[in-house]
């Protein structure tokens, strides 16, 4: 066999051994999207052209988490940014989460720096020193006071806060002797945050906070489909109103499991009637009023139950 027949053997046999080059997964440059879910103030989703969905965290910020003070502000002003419209997003890379981390434009108008301008973020200066424009924005809303900085002492950094290393700063208790509260029994107070779509925030007289899981419901999580939509409905029901809490007890996490009422409604009732959550046996007594309201709910494809691959929310958040 001569050189070159063998050469031309070999070549043919790497061709049919060696394997085909994966596809690549390289992001492109930038992304555009119209944005069709917003989680915090922080972290979108975004549909591309071609109907794909991406999840956006921001880089270069980070924005108080959900259940943190100022958490529902800062959504709310990136809702009235960016909201149903479409953005750009000048991609950096994507994190161990798989979402996309990338700097956000509507037009010319950077979202990132305008979050920070307006006291809605921080300077994620660990990961962004670069961003020098944002450091300067967040001196710049310190000094004005504006949104979170408009508090007494040091607000909570979203690191720390997700950490465990700082605790939230809170008022002082005007009587201690009244801060105990029972392992069940019944708490009256004001709505002053909503996390999701089945857990809230009471602060009482005495200015003690307690964080509310609804008795016997689970909602879609907020990166789920209809978790946004849950949260909203529930934040109409009852945000900024007393309340009355009756509870059996507290679950492992330390929040009260209770029965949400304001005036004569039943808070967790009205989100099962509407199709905003599902009555869930695992989070609470078998209720047949709760029961009743999932099966219409779902016979009459309200609200989560349009979609017929409604996925439960413990399944989710378990990897089921």
């Known amino acids: 066999m ?3 027949l063998k050469l031309i053997c070999a070549a043919l046999l790497a061709a049919f051994v060696l ?13 555009k999207g119209k944005v069709v ?21 921001f880089y270069g910020i980070d924005a108080p988490e959900s259940d943190q003070e100022y958490g529902d502000k800062s959504r709310e002003k990136l809702v009235s940014l960016i909201d149903g419209k479409t953005i750009t997003v000048k991609t950096h890379k994507r994190d161990q989460y798989d979402r996309v981390l990338g700097e956000i434009y509507l ?13 809605c973020a921080w300077h994620y200066d660990h990961y962004a020193p670069e961003l020098t ?37 809170k008022k002082p208790q005007k009587n201690p002797a009244a801060d105990v509260v029972p392992d069940s029994g019944k708490i009256y107070g004001q709505v002053v945050r909503v996390t999701d779509g089945d857990t809230l ?8 906070e307690e964080k509310v899981q609804l008795l016997g419901i689970d909602a879609p999580e907020m990166d789920q489909d209809y978790g946004q939509e849950a949260r909203q409905r529930l934040f109409q029901l009852v945000q900024g109103k007393h309340v009355d ?31 905003c959550a599902w009555h869930s046996e695992k989070y609470g007594p078998d209720e047949a009023d709760l029961r009743e309201a999932h099966r219409q709910a779902k016979e009459a494809k309200k609200g989560l139950w349009a979609n017929p691959d409604a996925r439960e929310p413990w399944k989710h958040r378990n990897g089921y």
Request: aromatic share 6%; charged share 30%; proline share 5%.
């Open 133 to 169: 424009e944002l450091a300067d924005a967040q001196k710049q809303a310190q000094a004005a006071k504006k949104g979170l900085w408009n508090v007494e002492g040091e607000p909570t950094a979203p690191w720390d806060y997700r950490r465990g290393g700082k605790v939230a700063k």
């Open 245 to 275: 809490v009756v509870y059996p007890g507290r679950e492992g996490l330390g929040r009260i499991n209770g029965k949400v009422y304001f005036h004569d409604q039943y808070i967790n009732l009205i989100l099962v009637q509407e199709g």
């Open 107 to 119: 037009g010319k108008k950077d979202i990132s720096l305008i979050m920070v301008q307006e006291g």
């Open 2 to 4: 001569t050189n070159t």
């Open 37 to 57: 879910r917003i989680a915090d103030g922080d972290t979108v989703t975004i549909r591309l052209k071609d109907g794909t969905q991406e999840k956006i965290r």
């Open 19 to 31: 394997p085909c080059p994966a596809a690549s997964d390289t992001l492109p440059a930038k992304l």
């Open 201 to 208: 925030t009471v602060r009482m007289e005495n200015g003690r």
